[in-house]
């Protein structure tokens, strides 16, 4: 993983802008324009003092391709907590990219920047997130309930979250 950097809206919008890699994610497919906008705050926000947004570009090491980006925000609501997100390109879909790169961020938020807490949502249908969170030693916490607005229509969300003594223990 590494920041993102301007030159990679092109790599992103080939997910971001994908029906297919959108279609568990809270958003609609974006435009060049609006994948642009997203990378440009990013690398802002990479400067930011404190700083509180990770985004981060997942890249494939043999090509150093961009393939994938993965995202820590530290969460103002809750003391020494943060969510995490995380979309790669679809042909890249059950390679183990998104394990390592969830392992990558729990490991900045936790050996980095000492969080306690780690959660993240995904889609009641993505199994493949769920077995991807599973992997790395989240636990399902629960569901809240019409959480997403996507296409004119709410979507629950399911919660799956690891503490710290968890990551370190490795249960």
């Given amino acids: 993983m590494r920041e993102l950097a301007i030159p990679d809206v092109e790599a ?4 971001y802008g994908s029906p297919e890699a959108t279609e568990h994610l809270s958003f609609e497919p974006r435009n060049r324009q609006q994948v642009e906008q997203v990378v440009t705050w990013s690398v802002s926000a990479a400067t930011a003092t404190p700083r509180t ?3 981060l570009g997942v890249v494939e090491s043999e090509t150093a391709e961009l393939i994938g980006s993965g995202r820590l925000a ?3 609501h809750q003391q020494r907590g943060a969510t995490l997100g995380f979309a790669l ?3 890249v879909w059950g390679r183990g990219y998104g394990v390592e790169t969830v392992r990558l961020l729990l490991s900045v938020g936790f050996n980095d920047l000492r969080l306690h ?3 993240g949502a995904r889609s009641p249908v993505n199994e493949a997130s769920a077995n991807t969170m599973r992997a790395v030693g989240m636990v399902e916490e629960g569901t809240i309930r019409e959480h ?3 296409a004119g229509q709410w979507r629950d969300s399911v ?3 690891i503490l710290e003594r968890e ?3 490795g249960s």
């Fill in 12 to 15: 992103l919008l080939a997910i």
């Fill in 53 to 55: 947004e990770y985004a």
């Fill in 74 to 76: 530290l969460d103002p």
């Fill in 89 to 91: 390109r679809p042909d």
């Fill in 117 to 119: 807490r780690i959660w």
């Fill in 148 to 150: 997403v607005l996507k």
């Fill in 159 to 161: 919660v799956h979250a």
């Fill in 167 to 169: 990551f370190f223990s």
